[in-house]
């Protein structure tokens, strides 16, 4: 850890990296994995998905800033490169194959409901640790990807 004058103890800045940088790897995966389907989706509804998963990627890369500077705030090292993501990330490998619309909406909403669900347990911990601030950019972030969530699952009809 870096030295800073955050009067957070040295203690809870540690273990509230540690879960930023948890969810900044599947934040970063999940940013990934949205590009993918964006590249590759095809089927009637192309235009309208490409924007949409480039919608999402954009979203979630906003989210990925908010959490790698929120780490250095804290006097952490954000750990973003390819190596950090692909051995920290919980998100299932995306499939390359995937083509059709419903592929990559059944594919995207899983990993993005997973993210999900993960940055409402890093608001419960955060709260734990008594690091308000962190449990709101959670919440920040959670919003959203309930948002996104929806839309997708909107284009799976139910």
Known sequence: ?????????????????????????????????????????KGANFIALHELFDGVAT???????????????????AEGTVQAVAKASPLVAYPLTA???????????SALAKVGAGARQAIVTATDLNDANTA??????????????????????G
């Open 1 to 41: 850890m870096h030295q800073t004058k955050n009067d957070l103890p040295l203690t809870v800045r540690e273990k509230i990296t540690a879960l930023l940088n948890q969810q900044l790897a599947a934040s970063l995966d999940l940013q990934l994995q949205a590009k993918q389907a964006h590249w590759n989706v």
């Open 59 to 77: 979203r979630v890369g906003e989210a990925v800033d908010l959490l790698a500077e929120r780490i250095t705030a804290l006097g952490g090292v």
């Open 99 to 109: 083509s059709a619309s419903n592929q990559h909406l059944e594919a995207l909403s």
């Open 136 to 157: 709101d950019l959670f919440t920040e972030i959670s919003r959203q990807l309930d948002k996104d969530l929806w839309f997708l699952e909107a284009h799976l009809g």
